[in-house]
């Protein structure tokens, strides 16, 4: 089965702290790839594909870890793994409330997308609408999915209407967003 061959390549990038390296037997995780990797093993949980529980769970204990230092941090780059991070956590059933109030408090500094991250976060996690509600709110910052390193804004339009759905299922934003994504198809 296609899912459980993915599964067992992914976990095949494992490292001895239970992140996630670049590519398989590689010995270097990164917080980008474990959150990444952690957000598709948190899926197949949840359309109930069979997860190997240790693996995860170290994988998870390594994203949660890799959170510390998220008060200083004060970059846009380094903040965005964080907001994939917390993503993450939360559609695996272990929320980090404590890095959500926090990635809040930061939002100035975080991109549309990464906004939207938190957003879809705190709404699995069951926490505060009216930081929904702000994070969902269109950016003040000249940002742009274009100044991103791997942006796209239809990934971003994307990641909003996901969050719409939740939030909000009657807002006319939904027809928006669903309407722009249809106009970006080609062939």
């Keep these: 089965d296609a899912v459980n061959h993915g599964i067992?390549?992914?976990?095949?990038?494992?490292?001895?702290?239970?992140?996630?390296?670049?590519?398989?037997?590689?010995?270097?995780?990164t917080l980008w790839n474990?959150?990444?990797g952690g957000l598709a093993l948190a899926l197949a949980q949840k359309q109930k594909f069979s997860?190997?529980?240790?693996?995860?769970k170290k994988l998870f204990g390594y994203i949660s870890e890799q959170l510390r230092g998220t008060a200083k941090d004060a970059t846009g780059?380094?903040?965005?793994?964080?907001?994939?991070?917390?993503?993450?956590?939360a559609l695996a059933n272990k929320p980090e409330p404590?890095?959500?109030?926090?990635?809040?408090?930061?939002?100035?500094?975080?991109?549309?997308e990464d906004r939207?991250?938190?957003?879809l976060a705190i709404l699995e996690s069951k926490g505060p609408k009216s930081m929904v509600d702000?994070?969902?709110?269109?950016?003040?910052?000249?940002?742009?999915?274009?100044?991103?390193?791997?942006?796209s804004v239809a990934r971003e339009n994307a990641l909003y209407l996901m969050a719409w759905l939740e939030h909000q299922p009657a807002s006319p934003r939904i027809d928006e967003l669903a309407t722009e994504?249809?106009?970006r198809r080609s062939n």
Excluded: I, N
């Excluded at 997860?51 to 995860?56: F, M, R, S």
């Excluded at 780059?77 to 956590?89: E, I, K, N, P, Q």
């Excluded at 404590?98 to 549309?112: E, V």
């Excluded at 939207?116 to 957003?119: G, K, P, R, T």
């Design 51 to 56: 997860v190997p529980e240790a693996e995860t």
């Design 181 to 183: 994504l249809f106009s």
């Design 116 to 119: 939207v991250l938190v957003a």
């Design 98 to 112: 404590a890095y959500h109030d926090l990635l809040f408090q930061k939002r100035a500094k975080l991109s549309a």
């Design 34 to 36: 474990s959150a990444y």
């Design 77 to 89: 780059y380094g903040l965005s793994d964080r907001c994939l991070a917390v993503y993450t956590l």
């Design 8 to 29: 067992t390549k992914l976990l095949s990038m494992q490292t001895s702290s239970g992140g996630l390296s670049y590519w398989p037997g590689g010995g270097q995780p």
């Design 134 to 151: 702000e994070l969902l709110k269109p950016a003040q910052s000249s940002d742009s999915y274009l100044d991103q390193f791997f942006g």
